[in-house]
């Protein structure tokens, strides 16, 4: 019998423009429907750095050009344009995999916002990298003209950060619970989703920051009653010591191991840290749940149970 799987795709499989991204989603396309073929109910979810990066950029520009005209956009509304975007390549590459494979089945991208607290702790501590890399001089440039907050990332460069608020519930659940039943494969929670907070009323409003596509993924697939949350990244098993001599591969883990080894510090932060997060959380959240962290390639192998790192009680 089929899983209701919720796939959390990581950069790799989106590329980091425009040609790479239309490229990228053909071979995501295939593993997706990999999955779709053993019977599977499929939702997917998105990360959105360098897309949401370059959209701001370029509007960001466009108001410096002819301020009488355009006013500043914010963030989450660019959230909101990537997740068009990219929902728009994802459509219509795994509607022709689905086709090309003799599958009818229909393929929506739901404008998904995603509610966080207000009061949040990560809004007066804002970490979460978006956009390109830039120099020095070009970060300097940038926190003197628009008050950007900039980081060093990973001697890589420097990059802009926002706020990374926990995911705290679905606003458009229904519709896409909705969108399930009616044997769809949705993409949901694109970029982590809008991050959005309630006012007064039923009013909603966008907030400035960025979601981690994992935890929402992780919140997702625990309002939709999911069997499994894959989270897919550049790597086909958890390690710790990794990259060292004793590094150790893990095909299993519990969620008491998992948090002695986020404990000991084996998982980066921002990098392989909130995807365990996200699946300790999952795999806590109601008995027979489990979550899979692997390699884009291999989701259909480690659903099998053949790869991958699970993490289940």
């Not at 929902?87 to 916002?113: P, W």
């Not at 890589?156 to 519709?175: M, N």
């Amino acid at each position: 019998m089929g899983k209701r799987i919720v796939i959390a795709l990581g950069g790799n499989a989106l590329g980091n423009n425009l040609p790479e991204q239309m490229i990228a989603v053909k071979q995501t396309a295939k593993a997706i429907v990999d999955l779709i073929q053993e019977g599977h109910e499929v939702v997917i979810a998105h990360g959105n750095g360098p897309q949401v990066g370059m959209i701001q950029k370029a509007m960001t520009e466009l108001t410096r050009s002819d301020p009488e005209k355009y006013i500043p956009c914010p963030l989450s509304v660019c959230v909101a344009m990537s997740q068009g975007y990219i929902g728009y390549d994802l459509q219509n590459a795994l509607r022709e995999e689905l086709l090309d494979r003799g599958i009818n089945k229909g393929v929506a991208t739901v404008l998904t916002q995603v509610e966080v607290d207000p009061e949040d702790k990560a809004f007066q501590n804002p970490t979460k990298p978006i956009g390109a890399f830039m120099t020095k001089e070009e970060a300097d440039k940038m926190v003197a003209e628009r008050g950007y907050n900039v980081i060093e990332d990973a001697g890589r460069g420097y990059r802009r950060v926002v706020a990374s608020p926990k995911p705290q519930s679905i606003i458009e659940i229904q519709s896409i619970r909705d969108m399930v039943a009616a044997g769809l494969v949705v993409v949901a929670c694109g970029g982590g989703g809008i991050p959005v907070y309630k006012t007064e009323g039923h009013h909603l409003k966008g907030a400035a920051a960025v979601i981690d596509k994992d935890f929402a993924s992780c919140v997702l697939a625990q309002q939709l009653e999911a069997d499994t949350l894959i989270i897919l990244t550049a790597v086909e098993k958890v390690a710790i010591n990794f990259g060292k001599p004793d590094e150790k591969w893990l095909d299993e883990l519990t969620p008491d191991e998992a948090r002695k080894y986020m404990d000991e510090g084996h998982f980066a932060p921002g990098s392989m840290l909130p995807k365990v997060q996200a699946a300790v959380q999952f795999a806590e959240s109601a008995p027979g749940r489990s979550a899979l962290i692997t390699l884009l390639e291999k989701a259909k192998d480690g659903v099998a149970g053949k790869t991958g790192t699970a993490i289940h009680q």
